[in-house]
């Protein structure tokens, strides 16, 4: 059994944004990636989200076959590709079906992080 935590803290971290925005997102799919290898049930919940709210939607066929596909795979390497420092690894964060809703604690905790200024905003501000 992998160490869940371990494994999400071990893959690089991005540490540049273009906003504040693209940071939160970024953090709430760490914990989301965390929440999902640790229970891998939460990836139905997100093929359940798609059925109901991007398959019937034309505009998100694209989406919607991309993460059929990704959802297919071992939870790791959607970790690893969710949370890439990549173009892709973005629009996954900006396309993720949701299967897991963060507790107003951890929600919380992300906010508090992006107050600590240990990443770059582009527009020159420390998040």
């Not at 505009?59 to 990549?86: G, K, M």
Request: hydrophobic share 30%.
């Amino acid at each position: 059994m992998i160490n869940i935590h371990r494994f999400v803290d071990e893959l690089p971290r991005k540490q540049r944004f273009y906003d504040k925005s693209k940071f939160l997102s970024y953090e709430l799919a760490r914990l989301s990636a965390s929440k999902f290898l640790e229970d891998p049930s939460l990836l139905e919940r997100g093929r359940e989200f798609m059925e109901r709210h991007m398959r019937p939607d034309p505009c998100q066929a694209e989406y919607y076959e991309i993460w059929s596909d990704l959802l297919r795979r071992d939870p790791q390497e959607i970790a690893r590709l969710l949370l890439s420092d990549t173009p892709d690894g973005d629009l996954l964060r900006d396309t993720m079906p949701v299967s897991y809703v963060p507790t107003y604690d951890e929600r919380l905790s992300v906010l508090s992080r992006s107050r600590d200024g240990d990443c770059e905003i582009m527009n020159g501000y420390r998040a």
